[in-house]
């Protein structure tokens, strides 16, 4: 089977959602997360597409970088054992973070295809909606995906982590049913 370096990014990024929704592994979520985000970001600056990563860059304390954010501390200790060869060290996994390094790499992937799967689209709507907050006040077409965030998911915000996340379920397999969905042309075919 050939891959190209999209196709891999995109099926860690579908997979990864995927384990998300149905309450999988955090760590094989993030890890699939962080290896689709690492491609997806090499491409976009490749493509000189405004990405999510490259805004995020621009407030980092200098001196810091974003792969730095994502490698550390938990990519490289899932990865690596060189350094530490304990086998009861360990790291802490925060689900908010799982869900920010998903939603890191489905925002770039997104703008570097001007689409995407199904299982992106509806990840990007949930993470606008459980997370309003991080929706600048000043950029209408943010405002705009927040208002269609909460006609999709009303009331998320109130529900328990483990509720929003089978909230995102259902609407997924709701959407992956979605004819008209699945044949516009900013959607991706899924797996």
Known sequence: MRVTKLDAAR???ITAIR???????GVSVYSLASNAWEVI???CTSAGVESFSKQARENLPAGQTLKYYVNEPCRNFFKHAAQDPNPDSSVELRESNVAAI??????DY???RQGGPVEAQVFQVWFIAVFPEKVTEDDPVA???LEDAKLVFPGITTLAASDQIEMGRRVLET???DAGLAADP???PSL
């Not at 384990?19 to 592994?25: A, I």
């Not at 998903?102 to 925002?107: C, D, P, T």
């Open 110 to 112: 997104i703008r570097l």
């Open 11 to 13: 099926r860690q990024l």
């Open 186 to 188: 900013k959607t991706e």
């Open 102 to 107: 998903l939603f890191l790499a489905v925002e």
């Open 19 to 25: 384990l998300f929704f149905d309450g999988g592994d």
């Open 41 to 43: 970001d090499v491409l």
């Open 143 to 145: 405002q705009s995906k």
């Open 175 to 177: 959407a992956r049913e």
